[in-house]
């Protein structure tokens, strides 16, 4: 057993310690936290294995914009948290328990029954990685060859944006997302707020130019940009956009309305929806990306800014 | 210089280790996140040497995430958790 093994093997104990830590704790905020540490671990664990695209995700989503979602969830809930006293019952806890314990039993039992070698299609996709002339075999699964569900999932993120904007009351509807922020203009949030987002937008634009050949792509090229989109809100330097923006709604469906345009485009002139002809293959799969990544990036902004409480007018 | 790095990413892990055993300490929220801050630099330290280690280079863009995405939620922490700070008495003002 070489030295490691033996990381590996503290790094795996010490996810699982705190991830029962993060079950266990009783305190919301605590287990926030506790997430995001987790997260972050998690991200090394797939760079060891060499999924560095579920790395750059993970980090993203994980430890960066899922934290801070589940931060603001916990301070929100924090007032009705103090005026309860009784917590849920034994009953409700067991049946939790059991069934999340089920569950795991289950996935664990899939992948321990796996025949081996375990039955795989990425050999055929490293033989047809020259048909879309990008190097990347995650970017040629969800832009080519299961383009079909990557346009899906574009369209359950509208769908999460339009039942995060449900909630908002009558009288909020059509105006903008969250509190107004407000800070010193010379303090050091409105510093870094200045500071840290064009460094932010062109990490956002390189990691998806460099997914076509390298780990990275659209998705979290946008995580990275929708993050300092909030910085400036949070610093108090801009304002949410009002959700009855004609712009705003324009951006969020360029994305999969692009996608779609293409595919229709490959049943017209191609053989079959979102069949890319061979010559433009990369030149199309580029350009979809970019609007996705203008799209993914509003979406997680106002999934994080959350459902509109002012109306536009103040 | 493998071991040598190899040996530094022990040291660096064993300090995130040191980190975890603050967050399960606590005793306060604040305690909680700079020990998750600083398990995001060590995190980062790791990646920088794993990715040379074992040569996957696309580890530095992870790193680069983890950066930029620690900053902002240690930010969001401030933030959200500022209301209740004001409640215990320390410095309002800064915010609303």
């Given amino acids: ?314 | 210089m493998t071991e040598f790095l190899t040996a530094a990413v022990g040291l660096i892990l064993a300090m995130l280790g040191l980190g975890l055993v603050s967050i399960l300490r606590g005793p306060t929220d604040a305690d909680r996140m700079m020990a998750a801050q600083l398990i995001g630099t060590a995190g980062i330290a790791v990646l920088l040497l794993l990715g040379t280690v074992t040569g996957v280079p696309a580890a530095v863009d992870v790193a680069l995430i983890l950066a930029l995405l620690a900053t902002f939620a240690s930010i969001a922490f401030v933030k959200k958790g500022l209301s209740r700070l004001e409640t215990d008495g320390a410095d309002p003002g800064e915010d609303r």
């Fill in chain 1, 1 to 314: 057993m070489n030295i490691a093994t033996v990381f590996e093997i503290a790094l795996a104990a010490v996810v699982l310690g705190l991830a029962i830590w993060t079950i266990a704790v009783p305190d919301t905020y605590s287990a926030t936290v506790g997430f995001i540490a987790y997260g972050l671990l998690v991200a090394l664990i797939w760079v060891r294995l060499d999924a560095v695209d579920v790395a750059l995700t993970e980090a993203a989503i994980g430890g960066g914009l899922g934290g801070v979602l589940l931060l603001g969830a916990a301070a929100r809930l924090r007032d009705t948290e103090a005026m309860t006293t009784e917590g849920p019952s034994l009953i409700v806890r067991l049946s939790a328990a059991i069934l999340s314990a089920s569950i795991a039993a289950a996935l664990a039992v899939t992948i321990l029954l796996l025949p081996d070698p375990a039955p795989t299609l990425a050999p055929a996709v490293v033989a047809n990685a020259g048909a879309t002339g990008m190097t990347n075999p995650v970017t040629n699964v969800l832009m080519a060859f299961r383009g079909m569900d990557t346009m899906l999932e574009k369209v359950v993120l509208l769908l999460a944006i339009v039942g995060v904007w449900s909630l908002a009351s009558d009288q909020a509807w059509g105006g903008r997302p969250g509190p107004r922020h407000q800070a010193d203009p010379n303090g050091v949030l409105a510093f870094l707020a200045r500071l840290l987002p064009p460094a932010g937008i062109v990490v956002g634009i390189y990691i998806l130019w460099t997914g076509a050949d390298h780990p990275g792509g659209a998705f979290q090229g946008g995580a990275v940009l929708a993050s300092m989109w909030l910085l400036v809100i949070m610093a108090g330097l801009v304002d949410t956009p009002p959700v009855r923006s004609r712009w705003l709604r324009l951006i969020l469906v360029a994305g999969p309305g692009l996608f779609l345009a293409v595919g229709l485009g490959g049943l017209c002139f191609g053989s079959a929806f979102l069949a890319y002809p061979v010559a433009f293959a990369k030149p199309l799969i580029l350009s979809i990306e970019v609007a996705m990544l203008l799209t993914i990036a509003t979406t997680l902004g106002l999934l994080l800014a959350g459902a509109p409480e002012r109306s536009a007018e103040r």
